[in-house]
């Protein structure tokens, strides 16, 4: 009999462990916001990306002189401001260091304190156009209703044209082209700068194509031109375009960022 009692209780334990690598690979998912520490962590203190944000901003301001000397009329740039005029990264560290899920309040909680910093080379970019003549427009997926804060924040830190009139917030839609199209009737756009492709045109909006790619290519002999992009770890179109427009779990989609990375 004790010989079958013992039997049994190593048959079950060998099934048991069997089964705990299955289920531990089914279930085990990274729920919390540690995902972004890598991206925060070089957003914040790499000498890269304030090297890339200097190259880019510099290189716009050498492609502005010379379009400038030839367009005439009222001529504009169009910028986004999250990411690529102002440095939000603050909010993302928050949101690892306390485990808070991106929500609106969590970020008309920031928003309102107008503490945001500028991007390395953006204030005297956008000076120096300035300075030449060409204004500046802010065209931004702020709600509308941040408007006050934002212009406060871009007057503290020094931007030109931080007026009503030159900020272009988000109203019922988070497609910019209604905004740009409105902008082009009154100047002529000779540049647009941004961290998220959709801050240049209509036809990055849609990254079913291979994530975008497709799109990049087709316009490539604009980039380092008439658009000029800056780098974002952090959060873009790029992440929801693995989520193929699907809302998702933390889990859920922790896999999905996962299923996309190719190995050797």
């Known amino acids: 009999m004790k010989k079958i009692i013992i039997l049994f209780a190593i048959s079950?334990?060998?099934?048991s462990c069997s089964k705990a690598p299955q289920q531990e690979s089914l279930t085990m998912c990274d729920t919390t916001q540690n995902h972004l520490v890598?991206?925060?962590?070089?957003?914040?203190?790499?000498?890269?990306?304030e090297a890339l944000y200097l190259q880019a901003f510099n290189f716009a301001q050498m492609r502005l002189?010379?379009?400038?000397?030839?367009?005439?009329?009222?001529?504009a740039v169009v910028v986004d401001i999250d990411e690529t005029m102002l440095n939000n990264s603050p909010i993302?560290?928050?949101?690892?260091l306390k485990n808070r899920a991106f929500s609106k309040e969590f970020w008309a909680e920031w928003s309102a304190k107008s503490?945001?910093?500028?991007?390395?080379?953006?204030?005297e970019f956008a000076n120096y156009a300035k300075s030449i003549g060409v204004e500046i427009f802010y065209i931004s997926n702020r709600?509308?209703?941040?408007?006050g804060s934002t212009i406060a924040n871009l007057i503290k830190v020094g931007f030109p044209y931080a007026d009503s009139s030159h900020c272009l917030f988000k109203t019922t839609s988070s497609n910019k082209e209604p905004r740009r199209i409105e902008v082009g009737k009154t100047h002529k756009i000779i540049m647009l700068i941004g961290d998220n492709l959709g801050d240049l045109a209509e036809v990055f909006d849609h990254r079913q194509?291979?994530?975008?790619?497709?799109?990049?290519?087709?316009?490539?002999?604009?980039?380092g031109k008439r658009f000029i992009?800056?780098?974002?770890?952090?959060?873009?179109?790029?992440?929801?375009?693995i989520y193929r427009g699907q809302k998702l779990s933390a889990c859920q989609k922790d896999s999905a960022r996962k299923s996309i990375l190719k190995g050797f």
Do not use: C, H
């Open 92 to 96: 993302e560290a928050e949101a690892i």
């Open 115 to 123: 503490a945001a910093e500028a991007t390395p080379g953006s204030i």
């Open 38 to 49: 890598m991206p925060v962590a070089w957003y914040q203190v790499s000498g890269e990306m």
């Open 12 to 15: 079950a334990m060998a099934i």
């Open 143 to 147: 709600d509308s209703s941040e408007i």
């Open 229 to 241: 992009v800056l780098p974002n770890p952090m959060y873009g179109d790029w992440e929801r375009a």
């Open 209 to 223: 194509d291979n994530y975008g790619k497709n799109a990049v290519d087709s316009l490539r002999s604009q980039f």
């Open 65 to 75: 002189g010379e379009f400038a000397k030839k367009e005439k009329g009222k001529l």
